[in-house]
């Protein structure tokens, strides 16, 4: 470029120049007389927004990896482990994160959930009265009472 040349950028998605929600995405750049470009404007991730109770969700039974004191920017994700005796499905095979992030919109994803890992139904014991037939998940407790005579 010369002298009085300018150039003009546009920031792509999930960007502005100051990365506010609301910021400019148009920027100009012109060629001084030293030769040298105008102050240079970069374009600045987007924050997510924060809500009342952080910036980063609560989820029952699990744990992330960042604070939520700070604000996720786009591009950024955190992690979130489940408690042991929890997975995202309630498998117990099924994996035990998932992630949250910030998208181009500055809106965090839906979190994940974590469920009690599935135990199955009671087992039948011979000679005794059925512990019940409603599938157990973990921290579930059952009575299985001897039959009469045992």
Do not use: W
Not at 28 to 36: A, N, Q, R, S, V
Not at 67 to 83: I, M, N, R, Y
Request: some cysteine.
């Amino acid at each position: 470029m010369q002298y009085l040349q300018t150039a003009s950028y546009k920031c792509k998605p999930g960007y502005t120049v100051d990365g506010k929600k609301d910021g400019p995405i148009d920027y100009t750049m012109e060629c001084l007389d030293t030769g040298e470009m105008n102050e240079v404007a970069d374009c600045k991730p987007l924050a997510c927004d924060c809500g009342d109770d952080g910036c980063i969700p609560s989820v029952k039974h699990a744990t992330a990896n960042a604070s939520s004191d700070a604000a996720l920017k786009f591009g950024e994700v955190t992690e979130f482990t489940c408690e042991k005796g929890y997975t995202t499905s309630g498998n117990p095979t099924a994996p035990n994160t998932f992630v949250v992030s910030c998208t181009a919109e500055a809106k965090l994803t839906k979190p994940g959930e974590c469920l009690p890992v599935e135990c199955g139904l009671p087992p039948r014991i011979p000679h005794s009265l059925s512990g019940g037939s409603k599938l157990l998940v973990f921290k579930d407790t059952t009575t299985i009472e001897c039959g009469k005579g045992y």
